[in-house]
């Protein structure tokens, strides 16, 4: 597997994490460091992977057989370090999210998620 390959599987697998409330593909996918930051509803949210995860859940999954929007629009990578900004949508929201990448121990991991929320 190509390191773009291994960058978009880890992609699809926070995607369908968030679409499915699917704790385990998001620990997966979130180094247990993980920040995630952006404006929502008016004011600057900063959270925590596990705080992240724990909204997600709270949220719930899209119905069964729902195709999550997983719009990837660039994929940036430099040695062990990649920067993907990917288009998609939660409980009706779309985002671009801006994932920072770092590979570590061989696998790569979501660092860092700053993201827009779209009107």
Excluded: C
Excluded at 17 to 32: D, I, S, V, Y
Excluded at 62 to 69: C, D, F, Y
Aim: glycine share 6%; proline share 4%.
């Amino acid at each position: 597997m190509s390191e773009e390959q291994a960058i978009r599987a880890v992609v699809h697998l926070y995607v369908d994490g968030m679409a499915f409330a699917n704790e385990p593909a998001l620990r997966k996918a979130l180094h247990p460091r993980a920040d995630i930051i952006g404006n929502y509803q008016g004011a600057v949210e900063w959270m925590t992977r596990d705080e992240f995860i724990a909204a997600i859940v709270e949220e719930g999954s899209a119905p069964p057989g729902t195709i999550p929007l997983m719009e990837i629009e660039l994929i940036d990578i430099e040695g062990d370090a990649a920067s993907v900004k990917v288009v998609d949508e939660f409980a009706g929201m779309r985002f671009s999210d801006y994932l920072s990448l770092v590979k570590i121990d061989g696998r790569w991991s979501i660092v860092n998620k700053v993201y827009h929320l779209h009107r």
